[in-house]
């Protein structure tokens, strides 16, 4: 299996720092990420300082997106926020997502999708989430930095995807967003 992920690309090559996260999350995925399971590891996962050091790069401009690990099941990334920054309403594509604040303060705003013609979501719940808050897994949702403080949040995407929908409920409208990386393995791209 490791030498299969070498063989396909650099972006498959396994993590130096969080070989423990990367093995639990491996033996998820062999049953599809039971979602109680994922919840009470991620929950009680010990993160250490030196994964935030290393995988950590922040922008004035936007959030970041700074990837950690990928193989087709999953992936691992740090999100790192400025304040005021925000990800606006957006879909998973199905796939499960769990988000955990590991420094600052999000908001985290849940909708369901009533309808697309015309576009019409009804939002579940807003939360204020500190250090150590789990969320996930989430369907449609936004995320924001609302403090005055820089926040960086760990994900793990189930089944990793490049592309996802955007929602405009103020112009009624979906677009499709290509995703992308602000760093890769420790590396600014």
Known sequence: MFEYRIALNFKYKKCDLMN??????????????????????????????????????????????????RDPDFEILFLCWHPG???????????KCWARVECGQLKFSNYNLISDHPLKLKRQEELIANIGYLDGPADIHSVENNSKEKAISLHVYAKPYDKCNIFYPEQNSIRRAKLKYYSKFGKVC
């Open 20 to 69: 423990d996260l990367i093995k639990q999350l491996e033996l998820f995925a062999k049953e599809d990420f039971p979602i109680s399971e994922v919840d009470n590891y991620l929950n009680k996962y010990q993160l250490k300082q030196e994964h935030l050091i290393k995988y950590s790069h922040f922008s004035k401009e936007q959030y970041t997106r700074n990837l950690v690990y």
């Open 85 to 95: 920054q925000i990800a606006p309403i957006h879909g998973h594509e199905g796939e």
